[in-house]
């Protein structure tokens, strides 16, 4: 027992933070097409949540769970495998997570809106805006270069970030279905970036914390 209070969590990561910056180099590179596509459809995703009708809704969580699908594909299946073991079930759980936005999108009530305001409201919209438009650039300010940033709709974690802020702002009764993925890869993707001394590991665990809390007042009743 005395053994493993010796190691730390770097000891158990098989790559370093250089290399894990490069993983997304090679990425962007090779399915650029996907890429610029899917920062495409984040805008789309923010003009959709704006004026939040059931149809516009029913397309933003379509769009999100293709999203998920892809990055389980080509990223954690196609990219990530060679240099973390756990990787393809990983692949599995996004594939799985977009299935059931898929599947929440086609059961999305025609009354359904988003938040109209409030904390709820503010926290939503800004987990999205900031996985969509803020992110990049706070990774280029964390010395990220510009042919490997992570962006919304290829790289797991804007979109983990991005799926947060919506399961958040949308009023939906498959809500808490919605949410265990993404608060487990926030928190596996947490603690990566901690073992690797990235100083931007706080951010998904603490925008899971914030949706799980505001699904849990939610479901209280107690946030309107």
């Known amino acids: 027992m005395a053994d493993w209070l010796t190691y730390s969590l770097t000891d158990f990561l098989p790559f370093s933070r250089t290399t894990y ?26 003009g959709l949540v704006s004026g939040p009708t059931p149809g516009r809704l029913r397309i933003a969580l379509a769009l999100l769970g293709g999203c998920w699908a892809w990055i389980g594909w ?3 299946w ?44 503010s926290i939503g919209y800004a987990l ?3 996985a ?14 510009w042919s490997g940033l992570e962006l919304f709709g290829s790289a797991p974690d804007p979109t983990t970030l991005a799926t947060l802020g919506a399961i958040t702002l949308v009023r939906h009764p498959l809500g808490p279905i919605l949410l265990p993925i993404p608060l487990a890869w926030a ?16 951010l998904l665990p603490s925008a899971a914390l914030a949706a799980l809390l505001m699904a849990i007042t939610q479901g209280r009743g107690k946030l309107r």
């Open 132 to 145: 969509v438009l803020i992110s990049p650039l706070v990774g280029l300010w964390f010395e990220r270069s």
């Open 21 to 46: 910056l490069r993983l997304f180099e090679l990425y962007d590179a090779r399915f650029w097409p996907a890429v610029a596509i899917g920062l495409l459809m984040g805008l789309a995703l923010l």
């Open 78 to 121: 196609q990219s990530y495998t060679p240099l973390l073991w756990a990787a393809p079930y990983a692949g599995v759980a996004f594939g799985l997570q977009g299935l059931l936005l898929l599947w929440a999108a086609s059961r999305l009530p025609a009354t359904t809106r988003t938040a109209p305001s409030g904390l709820r409201a």
């Open 128 to 130: 999205l805006a900031y």
């Open 187 to 202: 928190l596996f993707s947490g603690l990566t970036l901690l073992a690797m001394d990235d100083p931007l590991w706080p």
């Open 74 to 76: 080509a990223f954690l």
